[in-house]
């Protein structure tokens, strides 16, 4: 795709997401009190399923700054001893690595020098970020969730890195799976990442990976998605894109204000709606409060 025909698309999407849309919220003015409520009472299992990887601790191919973990006690001493002591930890993380389950709030991505809904760059400073930090989401994001399995559509265990997923592909896989992506929904598409790295082994993924092609996000605003998130990060690697590294998360972040989730783990879930042939659920994401941060780490619930 030449950048010409991406900065129309940009263009499209841009004036589309932000006509008569409340911006500070962006997508997120899609998924109303009474689409949550509905999404609640769609529950049928009680079966939760955690969207999240563990949280890497070592250096691999796609983990070159991994998160650090270190205990601060119990003591040997402590440890050995009667009485009360404490096991307590410090964490510390790249959010948006390679590896890691995280979200992306609106001010990560910056192009042109601006931010979601036109807002200055500038507002992001080595000390935080000023607006449309994490900490817009701080009441939760709670949603119907809206599972589409491309790995499945195409009858292969993943899709090897360095492909891309079209609206075509998307459309198809809800034909297949009976259920229609619908205003305010967090959408998830599986390629297979975490399978893969699970069965081949950890690669370079900032070089090589699957995601969308920039004009499957046509499909994202046609169905006013609230929230999208994949067990990629949304973006093919090398870019579909001429001169634009990043041409998806540039689209849904910055354009049209919907809030990416990246390399979330997608297997346990896609089989349990393979198991009730349901590939809806009612979905929780509860980032950290982080008032200043361009992102954070979660887990995603989702209840069948």
Excluded: K
């Amino acid at each position: 795709m030449s950048e010409q025909a991406f900065r129309s698309l940009y263009r499209q999407l841009r004036e589309q997401a932000q006509t008569g849309v409340e911006r500070s919220r962006g997508a997120l003015v899609h998924l109303t009190p009474e689409r949550v409520a509905a999404a609640a009472a769609e529950v049928r299992y009680g079966r939760t399923v955690g969207l999240a990887g563990p949280i890497g601790t070592r250096v691999g191919p796609d983990n070159p700054e991994p998160a650090t973990h270190r205990m601060g006690g119990p003591s040997q001493r402590e440890a050995e001893t009667a009485g009360l002591h404490f096991a307590h930890d410090h964490f510390g993380m790249n959010v948006h690595g390679d590896a890691d389950s995280h979200l992306d709030a609106l001010c990560h991505v910056i192009f042109d020098g601006e931010i979601y809904g036109g807002v200055p760059a500038d507002t992001v400073t080595p000390d935080g970020a000023q607006a449309l930090t994490v900490d817009l989401f701080h009441d939760g994001i709670v949603g119907r969730g809206v599972l589409l399995d491309i790995a499945r559509l195409r009858d292969v265990p993943w899709l090897e890195p360095g492909g891309h997923v079209t609206a075509d592909d998307l459309a198809a896989a809800e034909a297949a799976q009976g259920v229609r992506t619908g205003p305010g929904d967090l959408l998830f598409v599986r390629v297979g990442h975490r399978l893969r790295r699970r069965e081949v082994g950890a690669w370079d993924a900032a070089r090589l990976r699957t995601g969308l092609h920039p004009t499957a996000m046509e499909f994202v605003a046609e169905r006013r998605v609230s929230v999208l998130g994949s067990d990629g990060n949304s973006d093919t690697a090398p870019s579909e894109v001429a001169g634009v590294g990043f041409p998806v998360h540039v689209l849904s972040v910055q354009a049209m204000g919907v809030p990416l989730m990246d390399y979330l783990d997608l297997e346990e879930v896609a089989s349990a709606c393979a198991e009730l042939g349901r590939w809806h659920f009612l979905c929780v994401v509860a980032p950290l409060r982080l008032p200043a941060a361009t992102g954070s780490p979660v887990n995603p619930i989702a209840v069948l």
